[in-house]
């Protein structure tokens, strides 16, 4: 066999090392050990059997690995001098992953598991491997048969025994501790043993993949909830595409279906419906399907025992059949894996996962699950007496008795009445009347409510109450003015109020009358509808309605609640007006008027409206505290939709005054409450896209990525162009911190294509080159470089030359990578030189020419970088034939031109300069000019003096390293 098809094998074997996990890539090895096997090179075999080993282990086909395994395992019995050391190693290393995975497959007996583990233990001893991976194999053998005896003597040998070559690595193996602590009850214990892993100070292909599942279920059951919800979004999307993960995936939809989160785990189902499968490991299979069998328990508990799941393929499943078939086939499966155990451990534990009751009511998560849960659950009753329950008449007098205190639950009063009367019971006229008038405050639609006080207005005139029947006239103006833009509603109400004033009507109901006209006036006015008031006729009604409330107040709370409702207008007509610190003035009154009447829960709206023109007036103070009072003193009164206003303007202000840990959570309640509203993909999509925002500036990079990929949608189709860049923007920003270049740049690019027919292109400018930025890093050279020259010619466009300037420079090390020559390289940083001076030239505000100044001095320097590092050696070398020299010697040169504009910018670019000056000395160092580039080195360290800062300790260091090789490199 040729040696090019050697090299063509090992090139695939490179490369479906890379490929993602699963069935194609399980395919491939196996072809490729065929392909090896026929060219008869030992070594090439060997690689393609541990390849094939490596993809079965890591895929939903994880049993398929016992046979090549034996296959190597009778070549090393036969002739171990094919094996080179790192193929001894793999093949040693490999002996745990088809131990453990002999205990995973519940046919396989316990004794030839057994057998397995002790063959392993002896060809260690003989390799002379430490006991460490041994005494774990035989833990997970006793902990997962359920012998928590041996389990505690084998954790404590594992711990004991020395780390050596072949124990798993710090991440893996402190995520078996983990759980093994948390399988004991200790949670805590767990989290602290799993923290280095959570934190990222070690990590491996599937870690932190696997505690970050792990630790959901703990932090929820210690109440640290909010670092659960940072666990989901990081974890999930680490593991989303992986195959190997079946149990991990499981630990994420229990942890969303015991929060209040069975919508979102519903949608993790629908993406992974290929663990229902039955290859793989069976113990990976138990884990998932015990965790659909909870989500589906869930939704049957909530009512939606009728909603149609995503299942195993070949049928269409409700929550009720997905839930006998998981918990049947788990249950089976379990009892499986006891028979050969001979203990009930493993279908106790899955009988518990399946059983769990709920954790918490509920975890706002962030982001929104759409379309999946087409039923909702039913509500419970209201609170109160069910129909016919209690004397009605004694309930009636309690209601009129809070009707006249003006008391918070004055409604609920009402409505406890309304169900306890019935169609049957006997009431005159006037309690009839009341009944209708108190229900038409909660009818649904003006048709509805108009109705209703019609039916309450001839009832009271049926009564003798003439009074109460002009007030209900007065609050069907009301509802015409609001809902209909009746510009003749003002005049009705005036009319009513005159007949109010006749009839000796008391001041309550004059007053009430008086505020709702500047009501409808208020309406009509911010509708600008036909008829509708200056501001001066405006401000007359709102003065009228306050004086005579004020006159009046005396006659108890209910006037001065009607006087914080003029005040509450008037703000509302000066932020009308373009007066938002008027507005803010009005707004704290009706605030103050509310609280000197002991109305705190009717101070809910002027707080609302009060924290609203503070954020106008960027009294970031005043909004912050306003909206949390609403928030309190509103709760169990305001709207799901108002609620989550709150919330968004709360995170807001707290963003604006750099408290963005405290934003987030209001941002996730907006969201919430949001969708509750049934405006998940409005309003709810701007709290995502704020919250995204939020966890990204926060440099939490995980989080806002997920939250930002989830409302993209969304905001697609209910926002407009500005904010669907906006997300793409922070999530390429992302995506980029988190090394995936090639997606961020994706991001950017789709940002561009948007921004790019905007009238301004600053935007698009800023993407092409954020976009080209990230092709660059992810070594997609040709793609960059057309990205690098869109961007350019924008910036050039815009007049930016100090951008345009460092596309150059960029083009210019792109072209050093890509090319291999220096002479294309070279020419873009010249034409960068050229351009800067140029506009250095022609600027002539100091501010441009500082900035500029900047930019030459930068282009400076890494011009010297580059032709230093295009150089084919180094002077002094022995085939040097000047070239190098001279090329070191021109670098230094522009490296000291970049000294001086960097001087020439003044204090302000110090640590620049004097990192431009190291640069230097290191140069004359390479040179053989060792006492100048000492000189160069102490004067920067002489510069920084006895500074602390962290700048200046990094120079002094360079600096006395720089001497020290300057001075033994000589002359």
Aim: charged content about 25%.
């Amino acid at each position: 066999m040729s040696d090019t098809t050697v090299t063509a094998v090992r090139r695939a074997l490179q490369e479906n090392m890379g490929d993602p996990e699963g069935p194609a890539r399980n395919a491939r090895a196996e072809r490729l050990v065929e392909e090896a096997g026929r060219t008869g090179d030992t070594a090439l075999l060997l690689d393609a059997l541990f390849n094939l080993l490596s993809a079965y282990n890591f895929s939903s086909e994880s049993e398929k690995m016992f046979v090549p395994f034996a296959r190597l395992l009778r070549m090393w019995d036969d002739r171990p001098e094919d094996f080179d050391g790192f193929a001894a190693h793999r093949l040693h290393w490999m002996f745990k992953w088809v131990s453990s995975g002999m205990l995973d497959q519940p046919d396989i007996p316990l004794a030839s598991v057994e057998k397995w583990q002790a063959e392993m233990e002896h060809r260690y001893r003989l390799a002379g491997y430490s006991e460490r991976a041994v005494r774990q194999g035989e833990f997970r053998i006793a902990r997962d048969t359920g012998d928590l005896p041996r389990a505690e003597r084998a954790f404590a040998a594992w711990l004991a025994a020395d780390r050596d070559e072949m124990s798993d690595c710090h991440a893996c193996e402190l995520n078996t501790q983990g759980a093994w602590l948390d399988l004991l009850g200790r949670p805590a214990e767990a989290l602290e043993t799993w923290a280095p892993v959570l934190a990222g100070e070690f990590t491996c292909a599937h870690e932190p993949h696997v505690a970050l599942a792990s630790s959901l279920l703990p932090l929820v059951r210690l109440g640290r909830t909010d670092e659960a919800r940072t666990h989901h979004l990081r974890g999930y999307r680490m593991i989303r595409g992986m195959e190997s993960m079946r149990s991990s995936v499981a630990d994420h939809i229990a942890f969303c279906a015991l929060t209040g989160n069975e919508a979102r785990a519903l949608e993790i189902l629908a993406e992974q419906t290929g663990h229902f499968a039955p290859s793989g490991d069976p113990d990976t299979l138990l884990d998932f399907l015990a965790s659909v069998a909870l989500l589906a328990r869930r939704l049957g508990e909530r009512g939606l025992g009728g909603q149609e799941l995503p299942g195993p393929a070949g049928r269409t499943w409700t929550a009720d059949a997905l839930h006998a078939h998981a918990r049947a086939e788990a249950s089976a499966l379990a009892a499986r894996f006891d028979a050969r155990n001979g203990s009930s451990f493993v279908g106790d534990l899955i009988a518990a996962r399946m059983d769990a009751a709920p954790l918490v009511e509920r975890l706002p998560l962030g982001v929104r699950a759409r379309g999946l849960l087409t039923g909702t659950a039913p509500r419970p009753a209201p609170a109160g007496r069910a129909p016919g329950d209690g004397d009605v008449h004694a309930l009636l007098t309690e209601a009129r008795r809070r009707s006249a205190e003006f008391a918070e639950d004055v409604h609920e009063a009402w409505e406890a009445v309304r169900r306890a009367a019935g169609p049957a019971a006997e009431l005159d006229a006037l309690a009839r009347a009341e009944i209708a008038d108190h229900a038409a405050l909660g009818g649904d639609g003006p048709e509805a409510r108009i109705a209703l006080l019609d039916e309450a207005a001839a009832l009271y005139e049926e009564a003798g109450r003439p009074e109460l029947a002009a007030g209900a006239r007065v609050r069907r103006a009301l509802v015409l003015g609001l809902t209909g833009g009746d510009a003749g509603a003002p005049a009705l109400i005036e009319a009513e109020c005159a007949v109010l004033r006749g009839l000796g009507a008391p001041p309550r109901q004059i007053a009430t009358a008086l505020v709702h006209r500047c009501q409808v006036l208020l309406g009509l006015s911010r509708e600008g509808a036909e008829g509708a008031p200056g501001a001066g006729e405006l401000e007359r009604a709102i003065g009228e309605a306050l004086a005579y409330a004020e006159e009046h107040a005396a006659a108890g709370r209910p006037l001065r609640a009607r006087a914080a409702d003029a005040y509450e207008l008037r703000g509302e007509a000066a932020l009308l007006a373009g007066d938002p610190a008027g507005a803010v003035a009005a707004f704290a009154r009706a605030v103050e008027v509310a609280e000197e009447a002991g109305l705190s829960w009717y101070a809910t709206g002027p707080r609302t409206d009060l924290a609203r023109a503070a954020m106008a007036c960027e009294e970031y103070g005043t909004a912050i505290g306003a909206a949390r009072a609403a928030l309190e003193h509103g709760a169990g009164r305001l709207s799901e939709g108002a609620s989550a206003r709150l919330h968004l303007l709360l995170c807001d202000a707290l963003t604006a005054v750099g408290r963005r840990e405290a934003a987030v959570a209001h941002a996730l309640e907006a969201a919430h409450w949001a969708d509750a509203a049934g405006e998940g993909g409005t309003l709810g999509a701007w709290a995502r896209l704020t919250l995204g925002g939020t966890l990204h500036h926060l440099g939490r990079a995980e989080e806002a990525a997920s939250v930002l990929e989830a409302v993209l949608p969304d905001l697609e189709r209910h926002h407009e162009d500005g904010q669907v860049v906006q997300a793409r923007w922070w999530l390429g920003e992302c995506l980029a911190a988190l090394d995936d270049h090639r997606e961020a740049a994706g991001q950017f690019l789709r940002a561009a294509g948007v921004a790019q027919g905007w009238e301004d292109q600053q935007d698009h400018a800023v993407l092409a080159n954020l976009a080209a930025d990230c092709l660059d890093r992810a070594g997609r050279d040709e793609e960059a470089e057309r990205a690098y020259e869109r961007a350019g010619a924008l910036w050039r466009a815009l007049d930016r030359p100090e951008a345009a300037v460092r596309v150059l420079r960029a083009r210019a090390w792109l072209a050093l990578r890509r090319e291999g020559s220096p002479a294309a390289a070279r020419e873009l940083m010249a034409e960068a030189l050229r351009a800067c001076a140029a506009a250095l030239e022609a600027a002539e505000a100091p501010e441009r020419r500082e900035a500029l100044g900047a930019e030459l001095a930068q282009t400076h320097r890494q011009t010297g970088e580059l032709v230093v590092r295009s150089c084919a050696g180094e002077p002094g070398d022995e085939d040097d034939d000047g070239t190098a020299r001279a090329a070191y010697e021109e670098g230094l040169a522009h490296v000291e031109r970049a000294v001086a504009a960097f001087a020439a910018c003044g204090p302000a670019l110090r640590d620049q300069r004097t990192a431009a000056q190291l640069t230097a000395a290191w140069l004359e160092a390479d040179l053989g000019r060792g006492e100048e580039a000492a000189a160069r080195a102490r004067a920067v360290a002489a510069e920084y003096g006895d500074e602390e800062e962290g700048v200046a300790a990094a120079r002094r260091s360079e600096a006395e390293n720089l001497v020290k090789y300057a001075l033994t490199s000589g002359d």
